[in-house]
């Protein structure tokens, strides 16, 4: 059970309402087989049925199937088994992990199968699982082998031509295909091309499951306004629960005063926190903040000033211009290590709303992030103040909620939203993203073939100049800078060069912009970095400070007791003290430290006279990092003092 209420470690509001509890459930919903409709509270608002538990792999963030998605389900059961019976259904899908868009497909309440995007083809696949199986064995009779009626189990055997009955002739090498015996029903995987079956004299076949269950579909059809109906009362409270969550917090005494803002970046998540909050703050200053990076597609620049201009809400728009192409040549392509971007197209511009938006105090923001969205997030509070940027508080009012909470609010507010969404987009952030996937390039290329020419050209220069061949780039490995196992052993089954010819840039250090005051107060001093990876500092600094660390912003925030420090993937560096001296010496001490991390040669020195046991080495297999100094650390630098890198750095 969640409450829509404050982390433990933040304090309430004084004036913040107990509220009432409500189901929420992190790996399951709920399905009302009266009704056959997907409910995300127990109970059917239509029948009031107690709906069967479903479970969902995690993260569970089961959502409506886009009507592109539903084109492209119809496609491959057309093209594989020749029929489409789900083609009047409701779909759920339920992203799970996976080398690229991968969802788990739910049709009247079962798991039928897996819509993937697979990097080796770059086309979707469509893998069948038992229950989905015993579907299709009741609309076709393509991809089909009767197997001889025997009593051994055959679930996870192989299957020799002269145990079959009957097959059919369209079926291919390594294609699943579908199964049953006079009383057994199931799926498994081919060997060969079926019309090679007879001369084989060994397996033809895997059986993967197969059981003596039976499945048919409900003649029942429900639509969208029958699911809003069926979980009305779910959504009334979960609208009334954030709501009361943004009252609480804004109409407190010190920030009762002050305007309030919603973070609004064209998408659903923060679409539905602005309908929340304009409704909860009716007689308040509201305003809606835009970060446009200058790489957002353009449909959600056009929905974001649309939606607020017919809406009448204030509308603030911050924008990058060009910054990243005039970046991009030096730095290369983004990526999901080296997330130099958002520095440059999202902070900046974001910053400057802040300072306008704090000068009359603290700025409150409420902003659409979810647990669900990363793993990254799983772990925000209600209420939180940015690390990043002091003098901005956020308000996470629908942190618990799943995407299917998400369109049910909107389609039961009749909200517009991002027409991308229906275009088969999960998300519709920057066009380039790193962090985007492959299956989204590929959509991109077909609806904005202009901008993916632009984009893929600039890349495969990059690759060439790296001495990378062009599939390099086709296939997406361009998004990592130490590519994942996954990946790596794509590249191996496809053979494609991943180690650039060109050697790693040599570390090296340049203060940038000397030492000068700071706004806020203190004296601050930038420099670059070249050659270090952002995580090689995220290992080594909690021997300066406490640090946070946002690998999504690719920054580092370390507090020390006399400076502030930030440490960005694109290299650059801001010390922040309160002297002239003390922001020299922190910026001095911060570069001896990351040339620690980068050229560390494991030697174990700093690990041996740790008296505390912080220090330790990695075999390098994960990260870029050699060397991780945990939050145990006491500062008294006796692995500083012992290191050879600093002792003796001309001869390393």
Known sequence: MQKSTFSKRKSRPRNYKKQKQITYNKNYIFWCNRCNLPLIGKECGICNNIGNKINLSQPGDVRFCSSYEREILSQKLQSIYGCNPIEDKLILLNKIPGEDKTDEVIVDGYHIGTLRFDLETLDYKFDISLVGSKILLNHTDKKTVTVKDTKRHLSGKKVKFDQIEYYTDDIKNGEQVLIKT????????????????????????????????????????????????????????????????????VNQKEYKNLPVHVSFSGGKDSLVVLDLTRKALKNRELKAFFINTGIEYPETVEFARRFTSENNIDFVESGAGNKFWEKVGDFGPPAKDFRWCCKVCKLAP??????????????????????????????????????????QLNIFPIKDWKAIELWLYIYWQKLEYN???????????????PAALSAEYQRMKEIHPEMYEHWNNFLLNWA????????????????????????????????????????????????????????????????????MYIDQAAGIMNIMGKTVFSQDLGTL??????????????????????????????????????????????????????????????????????????????????????????????NL
Not at 198 to 227: F, G, H, Y
Not at 366 to 371: N, S
Not at 474 to 495: C, S
Request: with cysteine; aromatic share 6%.
């Open 182 to 249: 006079p009383k057994l029903t199931g799926y498994g995987t081919a060997y060969l091309d079926s019309k090679d079956f007879s001369a084989s004299e060994k397996a033809v076949l895997k059986v993967k499951k197969i059981d003596n269950s039976e499945v048919t579909l409900s003649e029942k059809n429900p639509d969208l306004n029958d699911v809003i109906i069926a979980n009305a009362s779910h959504l009334k409270q979960l609208q009334k629960n954030a709501m009361n969550t943004i009252k609480g917090i």
């Open 350 to 391: 974001a910053n400057t709303i802040i300072d306008k938006c704090s000068e009359k105090g603290m700025c409150l923001t409420v902003d659409g992030k979810r647990t669900y969205e990363s793993f990254s997030r799983s772990a925000i509070s209600t209420i939180e103040q940015n690390p990043f940027v002091p003098n």
């Open 419 to 433: 027409p991308l969404y229906d275009m088969g987009f999960e998300r519709v952030g920057c066009y380039l993203c």
């Open 464 to 531: 060439h100049r790296n001495g990378l061949p062009d599939e390099f780039v086709e296939h997406g490995f361009w998004r990592w800078r130490q590519l994942p196992p996954k990946m790596l052993k794509l590249a191996e089954k496809l053979d494609i060069r991943t180690t650039p010819e060109k050697p790693e840039e040599p570390f090296s250090v340049e203060m940038t912009s000397g030492i000068s005051p700071c706004k806020s107060g203190g004296y601050t001093v930038e420099g670059t970095v070249k050659g």
């Open 557 to 650: 925030l370390v507090k020390t007791d006399t400076a502030s420090i930030k440490v960005f993937s694109s290299g650059n560096i801001q010390v922040t003290a309160k002297t002239k001296d003390e922001s020299h010496s922190v910026f001095k001490e911060t570069t001896r430290q990351l040339k620690r991390a980068v050229k560390c040669k494991k030697c174990g020195i700093c690990k041996d006279i740790c008296p505390v046991g912080a220090v330790k080495l990695s075999d390098g297999t994960e990260n870029h990092t050699n060397i991780t100094i945990d939050e145990s650390c006491t500062k008294c630098g006796k692995c500083t003092q012992s290191c050879v890198i600093l002792k003796y750095p001309d």
